[in-house]
């Protein structure tokens, strides 16, 4: 079902509580990576020339109901006020009749900032009362927080219930990427899924089988798959508990003929470290672990992503955040940015590779959102986006 966005809705004198996403890494008190901020502002802009008053608000940080000194949003209303060139009031606290007529006070087309709605043990709660309260700031609600949306928390849908909601232009581009992939891909669609545990990805490989023409396995997970199918594994990662999970996995794909590609050489290490002894055999010899694809694995991964016309990426084939096991994400990450073809990379630590290796901008659609795009593809409905209006 299409959603209704901020176009939808006339807001013109009226004052629009807009959910953000803007949980950037701080750096001694400074914002470290503005990227969240940046991504919010074409929503904030087009309510501010449709004359709005834009009250924002979101979470920095897990201080679970706590007031953290380091978690406060003043640094990223400082950055924020920077990007807009108008000034961005603090509010806090929240939750008070008093702050709300200091917003409501405000003069037309100004910007407010809700001080971290986690300092408040509401919010994660979805207290109906803590939403109610948060409610009292707007006319509209705009959720514009995708990583935040697979969340049932206040700030996120619980607001909902009180003030006509809509989607915010960076949700309305997520969800569109998401369904173009998803529910109409070009062919051949390969999905490349990798990060460290089938446990993690279980929901999300079911349901890609479903749709996929080949399923790419890299990563720490790849070796639950591998030790299924008989192949020595050294010490690499397993989770001894899913094997007979990964052969089920494993026999639906080849029921749908999906073709399924594994690794079929490794970067080997004696330690889980930097300074490792490494080296490179087709099967992982005893005492060693896995901790990257190797040189013909790559050759194969990128011959099929090249292939492809539609490729959906979740999660890393390698430790790369260690450089000898870099090279794995780092080709699959290049491989992806020369396809001719659509590129979804979908959040999390896909997308911090593709930034890492610099090919972000290549891609058709980088997620914001790990833990979203993830129930995404699993098929899940996210309540940040179920309680939004739906259009028509």
């Known amino acids: 079902m299409e959603k209704a966005t901020v176009r939808d809705v006339d807001v013109a004198g009226k004052t629009v509580l807009v959910r953000a996403d803007l949980n950037v890494p701080m750096k001694n008190g400074v914002v470290g990576d503005a990227t969240r901020i940046t991504e919010s502002l074409p929503t904030v802009r087009y309510l501010l020339s449709k004359g709005a008053t834009v009250v924002l608000m979101s979470h920095l940080g897990r201080p679970d109901g706590e007031r953290l000194p380091g978690a406060s949003l003043a640094p990223v209303a400082e950055r924020m006020a920077k990007e807009l060139g108008v000034g961005v009031a603090l509010i806090d606290p929240i939750d008070t009749p008093e702050s709300v007529a200091r917003v409501r006070a405000l003069p037309r087309g100004s910007v407010a900032m809700l001080e971290n709605v986690r300092f408040w043990p509401g919010e994660t709660k979805n207290a109906p009362a803590f ?37 915010g232009f960076l949700v309305e581009k997520e969800l569109a990427a998401f369904d173009k992939v998803l529910a109409s891909p070009d062919r051949p669609f390969v999905a490349i899924v990798g990060g460290s545990k089938v446990s993690d990805k279980i929901l999300v490989l079911e349901s890609l089988i479903a749709k996929v023409d080949a399923l790419i396995v890299g990563g720490g997970m790849a070796y639950t798959f591998l030790a299924a199918m008989g192949t020595p594994i050294g010490k690499s990662k397993v989770e001894l508990d899913k094997l007979d999970l990964a052969r089920a996995l494993l026999d639906k794909a080849k029921a749908r003929n999906v073709a399924v590609h594994l690794p079929v050489d490794h970067v080997c290490a004696d330690a889980f470290s930097e300074t490792a002894a490494t080296q490179v055999a087709a099967t992982v010899p005893d005492g060693w672990m896995g901790l990257d694809i190797g040189p013909a694995t790559i050759a194969r991964f990128t011959e099929v992503i090249a292939g492809a016309r539609t490729v959906l990426w979740n999660g890393p084939v390698g430790v790369f955040e260690m450089k000898p096991f870099a090279e794995g994400t780092r080709r699959v990450a290049e491989a992806c940015a020369a396809s001719t073809g659509t590129t979804i990379i979908g959040g999390g630590d896909s997308a911090a590779a593709v930034n890492l290796f610099g090919v972000a901008a290549r891609m058709s659609h980088v997620s914001t959102g790990g833990g979203a795009s993830l129930e995404l593809l699993e098929g899940k409905v996210l309540p940040g986006v179920a309680c939004l209006r739906a259009r028509g």
């Open 131 to 167: 939403a109610e309260a948060l409610s009292r700031y707007g006319d509209v609600f705009v959720n514009d927080a995708f990583g935040a949306s697979h969340r049932a928390h206040a700030s996120v849908s619980g607001v909902a219930a009180h003030l006509p909601a809509y989607a």
